[in-house]
């Protein structure tokens, strides 16, 4: 009797340890400043012979890798970042991921289709930076032109407006951001 209740006892703990043990390869990749998931984040080691990608919520397994092995994880909006498996675990299994700070600078208006200088255009250049689109925080795209007092635009009952061009009222403007029709 004695030696069945030792017996479960030690299955228990070994059973303990083992979940434990496969729960700690589960690793989540959050943002430094919301603490929210990061989903499809690159996770790799330094030669790239091993890969895992991030879920949804921030969430993957790094069974695949070794204690001291070098693993970068890496994200279109983020800085890429690289530890070890054990300073991971070190840290409770979390790593926090940095916004990359790099963003959108202005947007420029041209009546050209062509790609210009700047210096080249002989018409007017309206440029709106992203601090004052940010601070205007425009329903739409005529909104913030209105808001910018460097373009007219007639307001509609219903739609969002139309800009004023050489005296003539279009409600198709092109929007280029860094070459990119919007």
Known sequence: MKSSINMRGVTFLMFFFFV????AQEVYVL???SK???GNVVVTNEDRSKTVITGLTGRCDLKIFSG???I???HMGYL???TTKDQIQRKQNKVFLTLNPQQLDEVVMSISKWEQQKKDIPQKIASIDARSISFNNPQTSADLLQSSGKVFVQKSQ???GSPMI???ATNRLLLSVDGVRM
């Open 20 to 23: 434990s043990l496969v729960l």
């Open 31 to 33: 943002d430094v400043d």
């Open 36 to 38: 929210e998931g990061i």
């Open 68 to 70: 001291n092995e070098k």
């Open 72 to 74: 970068t994880f890496r």
């Open 80 to 82: 890429t970042f690289r």
């Open 158 to 160: 219903l739609g969002g």
């Open 166 to 168: 050489r005296g003539f």
